[in-house]
């Protein structure tokens, strides 16, 4: 499933590739995407200004001011492709431009992604979303971490939260500040809030100058694949060994997500402390 890194991505490619054009028409929408939004053939005409991210969320800016929400989910793709492309059965939207021999595809196999108008329930789904993990700091981090007795994992997977985060950068963020999954947010230490916050933000740039982690479906809006997969330091990597201390790295469960760690860099605390 695509996460902050991976959207940020999709956006810079929206901005570079689809800003500043007109829509001329809409060959084609699904009847999955209009049952949610009967609306979306009113594209036509519209022109795309930019466009942003809110956590997982794309933000399309239209220039006559209203906007419209995407969201990739768990198999999502937006894609820039040559007009003569043939449509696949798994494409859901196609948008062609004025002064373009390009379109805009949402290609989405699995169906869960988002591609609608802004209005009152989509405003209320951003202005739900915590703070953006890019800019989490070690204080406003212990705030969250004190407020809740949940698994620390759970915690950062809340996009009411902390907004961007999936399974894989909650993995490495939490391999990397040496925490045990399952540590009770309130069990963490000072020392290690600041070494999670620092973690989060570092392993987020880094992964968005890699254009992201390609596992499954995700690339970037003209189909190139992520290139952090080869910095995975746990996630996927079961089986393997920690370049810190040479233990095998397991899998778990944590709130019905696989999850990776080093049983011996992640030690999990009693519960009496
Ligand atoms: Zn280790």
């Not at 916050?197 to 890699?210: D, E, F, W």
């Not at 479906?217 to 290139?227: A, Q």
Request: proline share 3%; with cysteine.
């Amino acid at each position: 499933m695509p996460e902050l890194p991976e959207v940020e991505t999709v956006v810079k490619g929206l901005n570079s590739e689809v800003a500043g054009l007109t829509i001329k028409s809409v060959p084609y929408v699904s009847a999955h995407l209009l049952k949610r939004d009967r609306a979306l053939r009113k594209l036509e005409g519209e022109g795309f200004d930019h466009f942003s991210r809110r956590g997982k969320f794309i933000i399309g800016h239209l220039m006559s001011g209203k906007r419209v929400l995407l969201h990739l989910r768990m198999s999502g793709r937006i894609l820039v492709e040559e007009n003569h492309r043939r449509r696949t059965k798994h494409d859901h939207l196609v948008l062609a431009f004025e002064d373009s021999t390009r379109r805009l595809i949402f290609r989405d196999v699995r169906k869960f992604g988002i591609f609608e108008w802004v209005g009152d329930e989509q405003q209320k789904a951003l202005d739900q979303l915590g703070p953006e993990a890019t800019e989490i700091t070690s204080s406003s981090l212990r705030e969250l971490l004190r407020s809740s007795s949940r698994p620390v994992k759970a915690l950062l997977l809340d996009q009411h939260k902390i907004a961007g985060l999936g399974n894989i950068y909650v993995d490495e963020a939490l391999y990397r500040s040496r925490i045990h999954p399952l540590t009770s947010c309130q069990q963490i230490t000072n020392a290690e809030t600041g070494r999670l916050a620092r973690a989060i933000r570092y392993i987020l740039r880094t992964a968005i100058s890699k254009m992201g982690t390609t596992f499954d479906s995700y690339s970037g809006v003209n189909g190139n694949p992520g290139e952090y997969a080869s910095y995975l330091r746990v996630y996927g990597q079961e089986g393997g060994i920690c370049p810190r201390c040479k233990t095998e790295i397991v899998k778990i469960t944590v709130v019905g997500r696989g999850t990776h760690f080093c049983p011996e860099c992640q030690k999990l605390k009693s519960s009496i402390v």
